[in-house]
């Protein structure tokens, strides 16, 4: 545990992290950065869109506090920021945690219904199913 | 448990969730297991300590249900909603609300059928992508339960990865 960690200004929060991984390209942008730090230059190259057009992405990344720059004044390389992402699939892992259990339970119903259903096909044709 | 029982969750946009889930089941029982009170009861209880006294449900459209949810400790969350559309054994759309400072969003159920098992899909649709995400920050009953405070030091106790 490393409470100090968290700074909750230093991102724009869950509502933009979410935002930013609602559009496809920066959820591919995302991808790539994950693989290590790339200038806009590297990023552009797979992407059908012009350079302009991820360097907006990219801001979009940045004030969401997904993606960082590098100190070299040259390339200016992006880097990814991990700990927004965290936060962000933590709470869709709570969500799922929470459905997980109720579907498990389900499970467990239908089971019942299923064996009271052949209990009551039984007596009809006790042998020739089943 | 197999892979094909695994929980699918996905946003695909920014006002949606949608849950997909196979189940062992021909759809006519699940449908039965979603939309019976006394099924119900028995596993829509979200986390361990919670069980859940009121259930009831007017199937049909127009019909209304409302569920209470309540902890050993005496705390109490209730839901309620509205049915749109009802369509045994494959499509049911209904609303869902917490209370009145929370959004009303708007389910669609669908129960497909093959070789005996069923998948299930339910799309929660939100009034805003804000509302959307405010849910999902409070993890469904879990933190429902839980005001805002409590979250933010939860927050604060996660472990940074």
Known sequence: ?130 | MTNAAALQIATPSDVEVVMTRVFDAPRRLVWQAWTSPEHVSQWMLGPEGWSMPVCEIDLRPGGSWHFVWRKANGAEMEMRGTYREVAPPERLVSTEKWGPEWPETVNTLTLAELDGRTTLTQTILYPSKQARDAALKTGMADGAATSMDRLEKRLHTLTPR
Do not use: C
């Open chain 1, 1 to 130: 545990m490393q409470p100090s960690g968290y700074e909750p200004e230093a991102g724009g929060g869950l509502d933009a992290t979410f935002a930013a991984l609602a559009d496809p390209t920066r959820r591919a942008i995302l991808a790539r950065l994950a693989a290590g730090e790339a200038s806009v230059l590297e990023l552009a190259e797979p992407f059908d869109v012009t350079q302009p057009a991820i360097s907006k992405h990219l801001k979009v990344l940045e004030r969401a506090g997904l993606v960082s720059r590098g100190r070299d004044a040259q390339r200016r390389p992006r880097r990814l920021e991990a700990q927004p992402l965290a936060e962000a699939s933590q709470w869709l892992e709570d969500y799922r945690r929470h459905w997980e259990a109720n579907f498990r339970r389900l499970d467990a119903v239908l089971e019942t219904m299923k064996s009271a259903d052949k209990k009551r096909a039984r007596p009809k044709r006790q042998g020739a199913r089943r």
